[in-house]
């Protein structure tokens, strides 16, 4: 039986005993789920993963069909489903459990899928898909966390935020926490910082694409971009990142200039330097002049302020300007 997710809430989970949760939204499935457990009145619960249960299918048989006096009613969760489940599935029916609710949590599945064929079509079970947050889910859920915990962030970079996070309501809600840790000493939320203090806007291709443009390591920017299907809502992404390491990059030469010496400015940078970064720090550095980098910055501006106002192919344009700076 196909369930939309917002239906569950207001549907008889006594009635059955298997539900099938699949989706890319993983946020949007660990909430329901600790929605129900959270309801279920401290009934036992279990998890499992399904590799483990392959195994040890004796033991997992043992934990579903045993009827404890004292455990009658059980909650079991199995993560990362494929259809290799759906044999285990198709046991335990034919033993004809009760009092006990089993959650089957899977990725995408397909229409061809045999394990969401077997749930849609049933009469018993339930079947809900949990397809990606909008833009406007997303954007609520934000703009709801920042006014309950009196963070002030423009608009640029909630959207900023927002479009990094795949449509998944997790990922937002793991990035709003760190935040919100973040502003609890008085630090403002600005784009440099919130490239920095998210694991999710600045991704490791963003990041070795700038770091290799600054370093002039010129075939190794062209195959990045090759490799990687950059859209436009990374072209800010690139911009952000660019800027912070860039104006980090100044700071460095100018200690440099004053010391003269590239191992030390490199070793006392704060925040620290990476070990594996070093080297690569170190070329950009002989790469570039004080007025250089101050030029770049001003161009890097302006490329920003020609997307916010024009978003008409941003990726070509940055494509472009990545290709000549790395030379």
Known sequence: MILKSYEIKKYNLAKVNFILFYGQNQGAKDEEISRIVISSNNKPLNKYDEKEIEDYSDSFYQEILSNS????????????????????????????????????????????????????????????????????????IANQFFRKNKIIISNFNTSLLINKCNGDRGILKNELNKIKFFTMNGNKITSENLISLTN??????????????LAKNNKKTITILCENNFNNEDSITIIRTFLQKAKRLLKLSEEYSGNNDLNKTVSNAKPPIFWKDKEIVKKQINNWSITQIKELIFSLNEIELQIKKNFYNPVNAISDFILETSL
């Open 69 to 140: 006096l004292f455990e009658r009613e059980k909650i079991i969760i199995i993560k990362r489903c494929t259809d290799k489940i759906l044999k285990k599935v198709e046991y335990l029916e034919e033993k004809n459990i009760s009092d006990i609710l089993i959650i089957i949590e899977a990725g995408n599945l397909e229409k061809k899928s045999k394990l969401r064929s077997y749930f849609e079509k049933s009469k018993k079970h339930l079947s809900i898909a949990f397809y990606p947050d909008t833009q406007e889910t997303l954007s609520t």
């Open 200 to 213: 999710l806007i600045e991704n490791y291709s963003v990041t070795e694409l700038v770091d290799n443009c």
